[in-house]
């Protein structure tokens, strides 16, 4: 079983929800595979409630799916649930790889490829979509299929963002040099296309990949051996179980000392808890492949994620570490590499392989601190009192002697609140309060406000009214709108008078 505290996801959540994983159970399955089963810890004397949602979406516009774990769900109703699912299946699937070796045949001036399907077409498919928006396909292209597919772009489920060939460099020759001959590369498409690409080169020893993705569009472009449709927030295998985990098996499987590693870039908005439940298992497979030297060990891993989970993932995998090498993107506005200050990509490795054993480039600012055995950043100086290089962010931190730690450069110490926070601070807005946003209250968040409703319910019959009716307090200046925080300060001190 799996479980965690996370931040309140439930629009009709007061508190804090719990979640466990829910396996082999027909009623809890979604087109995204079986879902996650979630708790609702309210505080008081109030009995929580667990519900199955989504393992993915955390929009219910994408995927509306809910059920009360103690909900009896007739049969008519789980088979019009499992023939929606049906209707909404992917269209391909790697028996459509044939159609790519197909298509690789056809003369250079006739490769189409839809726009509006996001599929290469064939000379005898052309008619059914002609008009749709379709392009030539070049060679590029059909080696980098992440040029030719369009990102996906929804933050709350399947949010796309790609490696820039610096940071698939750096990755791949990393690996490289510690002898990986086999990447299982989960989330990462840039680097199973840059495999394949140094592959045809010959100028680097062969490499051997397979893309775990939830993404069935790369379908089109590898075979079953190269590509699994999956979702690693479950570790759900959408081809069949046991087609896809006896192809998982023998990519594990290292003979002729070709060593396994694996690289995974979750989407950033994901829960921690169960992506690290989905490595777990990929890590238990690959252990009982190997040799008995091997029976306590966990596959090498390089885990993609922003440095402010850190503290999560140090939680759900202790073996791991994060290095302070900033990992960058071609199509996010923000996650660029060459920036100074708060700007810079705040995107890290957690890995479980020895720091010492990767080299960061010197060329990029990283340098070799002797003292803690590991490449950082040049403005993350050694600290004497903590005896770490404590920066996390890429700047320069100082020590706190009150705090009896490093903190960030912004930061001040604040004698009232005992701690240090950024110079503007409310005191006694300590980082474990927690409320309402919208009015001040601690007993429940935002999204279960009854000032929020009853603003909806006012601004709503007012519309239906045709706005006849205005109040004279809509016609004054608006009162400037103080902060969630300012509010919950104000009531901490009424409370305290």
């Given at each position: 079983m799996l479980s965690s505290r996370v931040p309140n996801v439930d629009p009709a959540s007061t508190d804090w929800l719990t979640f466990t994983e829910a396996v082999n159970k027909k009623m809890s399955r979604v087109l995204l595979g079986p879902t996650l089963l979630f708790e609702k810890v309210r505080k008081g004397a109030e009995k929580s409630r667990r519900f199955y949602a989504c393992s993915a979406c955390r929009d219910r516009k994408d995927c509306n799916f809910f059920q009360w774990e103690d909900d009896k769900v007739s049969e008519t109703r789980r088979l019009a649930r499992e023939a929606e699912n049906q209707s909404k299946r992917a269209i391909f699937t790697t028996q459509n790889y044939s159609r790519f070796r197909k298509f690789a045949a056809v003369p250079p001036d006739e490769k189409k490829f839809c726009q509006d399907c996001q599929m290469l077409l064939l000379p005898g498919e052309r008619e059914v979509h002609s008009s749709h928006r379709t392009e030539a396909v070049s060679a590029l292209q059909l080696s980098r299929p992440s040029i030719l597919l369009r990102p996906l772009d929804n933050k709350k489920s399947n949010a796309q963002y790609l490696f820039t060939d610096r940071s698939s460099n750096f990755l791949l020759d990393t690996l490289a040099g510690l002898g990986i001959r086999k990447v299982l590369c989960v989330g990462t498409p840039r680097l199973q296309e840059l495999i394949k690409l140094r592959n045809l080169e010959q100028k680097h020893e062969q490499m051997k990949s397979l893309l775990l993705d939830m993404d069935y569009r790369y379908s089109q472009f590898y075979s079953k051996n190269e590509f699994c449709h999956y979702n690693m927030f479950?570790?759900?295998?959408?081809?069949?179980?046991?087609?896809?985990?006896?192809?998982?098996?023998?990519?594990?499987?290292?003979?002729?000392?070709?060593?396994?590693?694996?690289?995974?870039?979750?989407?950033?908005?994901?829960?921690?808890?169960?992506?690290?439940?989905?490595?777990?298992?990929?890590?238990?497979?690959?252990?009982?492949?190997?040799?008995?030297?091997?029976?306590?060990?966990?596959?090498?891993?390089?885990?993609?994620?922003?440095?402010?989970?850190?503290?999560?993932?140090?939680?759900?995998?202790?073996?791991?570490?994060?290095?302070?090498?900033?990992?960058?993107?071609?199509?996010?506005?923000?996650?660029?590499?060459?920036?100074?200050?708060?700007?810079?990509?705040?995107?890290?490795?957690?890995?479980?392989?020895?720091?010492?054993?990767?080299?960061?480039?010197?060329?990029?600012?990283?340098?070799?601190?002797?003292?803690?055995?590991?490449?950082?950043?040049?403005?993350?100086?050694?600290?004497?009192?903590?005896?770490?290089?404590?920066?996390?962010?890429?700047?320069?931190?100082?020590?706190?002697?009150?705090?009896?730690?490093?903190?960030?450069?912004?930061?001040?110490?604040?004698?009232?609140?005992?701690?240090?926070?950024?110079?503007?601070?409310?005191?006694?807005?300590?980082?474990?309060?927690?409320?309402?946003?919208?009015?001040?209250?601690?007993?429940?968040?935002?999204?279960?406000?009854?000032?929020?409703?009853?603003?909806?319910?006012?601004?709503?019959?007012?519309?239906?009214?045709?706005?006849?009716?205005?109040?004279?307090?809509?016609?004054?200046?608006?009162?400037?709108?103080?902060?969630?925080?300012?509010?919950?300060?104000?009531?901490?001190?009424?409370?305290?008078?």
């Open positions: 479950n570790h759900h295998f959408f081809d069949g179980k046991q087609v896809s985990v006896a192809v998982l098996q023998a990519f594990l499987t290292e003979s002729e000392g070709h060593k396994v590693a694996m690289v995974a870039d979750p989407p950033f908005g994901g829960l921690v808890t169960p992506l690290a439940n989905s490595f777990s298992l990929i890590s238990q497979t690959w252990r009982k492949l190997q040799s008995s030297d091997s029976s306590n060990t966990d596959i090498p891993m390089m885990w993609i994620f922003p440095y402010f989970f850190e503290l999560r993932i140090l939680q759900c995998l202790p073996s791991c570490i994060m290095l302070d090498y900033q990992v960058d993107y071609d199509n996010h506005p923000l996650y660029k590499h060459g920036k100074t200050g708060r700007k810079q990509s705040p995107v890290r490795v957690f890995t479980n392989i020895s720091p010492r054993d990767i080299v960061l480039p010197k060329d990029e600012g990283y340098r070799f601190c002797s003292v803690c055995q590991r490449f950082v950043i040049s403005l993350n100086k050694h600290c004497p009192k903590c005896n770490i290089c404590p920066s996390k962010d890429g700047r320069e931190w100082k020590h706190c002697f009150m705090c009896q730690k490093c903190v960030k450069p912004s930061w001040r110490h604040c004698q009232h609140c005992g701690r240090c926070a950024l110079p503007d601070h409310l005191c006694g807005d300590g980082p474990g309060d927690k409320g309402c946003f919208n009015c001040g209250s601690l007993e429940h968040k935002r999204k279960a406000c009854l000032l929020k409703v009853t603003y909806r319910i006012n601004r709503q019959s007012n519309a239906k009214s045709g706005g006849k009716h205005v109040s004279q307090r809509a016609l004054s200046k608006p009162k400037a709108k103080r902060s969630g925080a300012a509010r919950r300060h104000k009531k901490l001190v009424a409370l305290s008078k």
